[in-house]
T-cell receptor
Framework: LAKTTQPISMDSYEGQEVNITCSHNNIATNDYITWYQQFPSQGPRFIIQGYKTKVTNEVASLFIPADRKSSTLSLPRVSLSDTAVYYCLVGDIRINKFYFGSGTKLNVKP | GAVVSQHPSRVICKSGTSVKIECRSLDFQATTMFWYRQFPKQSLMLMATSNEGSKATYEQGVEKDKFLINHASLTLSTLTVTSAHPEDSSFYIC?????????????FGPGTRLTVL
């Protein structure tokens, strides 16, 4: 099972771009990388998922290098409401094998 | 789309009683649902995988006789905490896997806060 490592916390200011990196050295061939956002006392919310290279949607981008041993979630122009915990999940949900990291607490300041 | 609900959102019970938590996928069919537990300031811990029409698969260290899981339909899974004790107090979250829509991922419910007195 591919374990993940994320920074415990990060600080940013409104309007800045934030990049959160997740290390997953033991990622398996069929594993996908998924990022979630969680606010206190709420369930995680899906942000983005990728397998390799770059994925972009309306809220974020996900960069995955060729060796797939890490991934970077990029949040453009964060606002105060982006203050939350961000989790990197690596695994293959099709065989119910995945690992939730410890999460990165992002604190966005005015 | 991809809405998952949980009921109740919050429950307080006395030690020794049993508590049932429902997880529903409202706008899609979920052959697989997952149950997690989350303690304050910690990550989510997978407790079990629930498959429709079959027995749940429990993670190591999770007592299957204490945490009863039933996945009776494609839209409903229940978690029953039997003979609850204060150490079972936690935030319980379910998720559902949506097969028919890419990406193949899981969508989470809002969670249930269980407090055992």
């Amino acid at each position: 099972l591919a374990k993940t490592t994320q920074p415990i916390s990060m600080d940013s200011y409104e309007g800045q771009e934030v990049n959160i990196t997740c290390s997953h050295n033991n990622i398996a061939t069929n594993d996908y990388i998924t990022w979630y956002q969680q606010f206190p006392s709420q369930g995680p919310r899906f942000i983005i998922q990728g397998y390799k290279t770059k994925v972009t949607n309306e809220v974020a981008s996900l960069f995955i290098p060729a060796d797939r041993k890490s991934s970077t979630l990029s949040l453009p122009r964060v606002s105060l409401s982006d203050t939350a915990v961000y989790y990197c999940l690596v695994g293959d949900i099709r065989i119910n094998k995945f690992y939730f990291g410890s999460g990165t607490k992002l604190n966005v300041k005015p | 789309g991809a809405v998952v609900s949980q009921h109740p959102s919050r429950v307080i019970c006395k030690s020794g009683t049993s508590v049932k938590i429902e997880c529903r996928s409202l706008d899609f069919q979920a052959t697989t649902m997952f149950w997690y537990r989350q303690f304050p300031k910690q990550s989510l811990m997978l407790m079990a995988t629930s498959n429709e029409g079959s027995k749940a698969t429990y993670e190591q260290g999770v007592e299957k006789d204490k945490f009863l899981i039933n996945h009776a339909s494609l839209t409903l899974s229940t978690l029953t905490v039997t003979s609850a004790h204060p150490e079972d107090s936690s935030f319980y979250i379910c998720s559902a896997r949506w097969l028919d829509r890419g990406p193949d991922t899981q969508y989470f419910g809002p969670g249930t806060r269980l407090t055992v007195l």
